[in-house]
Every structure is written in structure tokens, then in C-alpha cells.
């Protein structure tokens, strides 16, 4: 029972050691961050270009897969399927 108590001491005190020095740098960073508008707006200028760049290629890699595999689909020639995504594919070759 005591034994069990002290390890419970000690997890506890670790824990709570491990909680400060989390919150201190957390607080250190954004004392930083406020006090300095450039560097916030540099950083959010970058944030905002890399999101806007991964969401470009990723909407761009996904759809070429989808119209990739609806290709894929027309070629089996599933009757009911094949025929509704043919236009589809159809639609999208126009477009470009």
C-alpha cells in the first residue's frame, strides 16, 4: 500500500513538472508572437500559402483519380454505370 502511494506521489509530481514546462513554453511563444506583428504576420502569410498549395494539389491528384478509375469503369462496360459515367468522362474532356 505504501509503496503504491509513493509511485502515485511521484507520477503525480512528474506530471505536474511535465504540465509546466509545456504551459511556460507555450506562454513564452505567444508573449513572442503578440509582441512582434511581423513575425505573426509572417507566419500566417506562410500557413496561408502552404494551405492553399497543398489544397490545390490534393483536390487536383484526387479528381485525376476519380476520373482515372470512372475510365476504368466505362472500359468494363457496366450497363447502367458505364453509360451514366461515360457522359461524365464525356463532360470533363469538353471542359478542359
Given at each position: 500500500m505504501f509503496l503504491k502511494k509513493k509511485k502515485y506521489e511521484l507520477l503525480n509530481k512528474s506530471i505536474?513538472?511535465?504540465i509546466y514546462i509545456l504551459e511556460k513554453g507555450n506562454?513564452?511563444?505567444?508573449a513572442f508572437l503578440l509582441g512582434n506583428k511581423k513575425?505573426?504576420?509572417?507566419r500566417n502569410l506562410l500557413a496561408g500559402i502552404s494551405k492553399?498549395?497543398?489544397i490545390g494539389i490534393g483536390v487536383t491528384l484526387i479528381s485525376a483519380m476519380l476520373i482515372?478509375?470512372?475510365?476504368k469503369i466505362v472500359t468494363l462496360n457496366i450497363p447502367i454505370i458505364g453509360k451514366y459515367i461515360a457522359d461524365?468522362?464525356?463532360i470533363v474532356e469538353k471542359s478542359r
Amino acid at each position: 500500500m505504501f509503496l503504491k502511494k509513493k509511485k502515485y506521489e511521484l507520477l503525480n509530481k512528474s506530471i505536474d513538472r511535465l504540465i509546466y514546462i509545456l504551459e511556460k513554453g507555450n506562454i513564452e511563444e505567444f508573449a513572442f508572437l503578440l509582441g512582434n506583428k511581423k513575425e505573426l504576420l509572417k507566419r500566417n502569410l506562410l500557413a496561408g500559402i502552404s494551405k492553399g498549395i497543398g489544397i490545390g494539389i490534393g483536390v487536383t491528384l484526387i479528381s485525376a483519380m476519380l476520373i482515372y478509375l470512372m475510365q476504368k469503369i466505362v472500359t468494363l462496360n457496366i450497363p447502367i454505370i458505364g453509360k451514366y459515367i461515360a457522359d461524365i468522362v464525356k463532360i470533363v474532356e469538353k471542359s478542359r
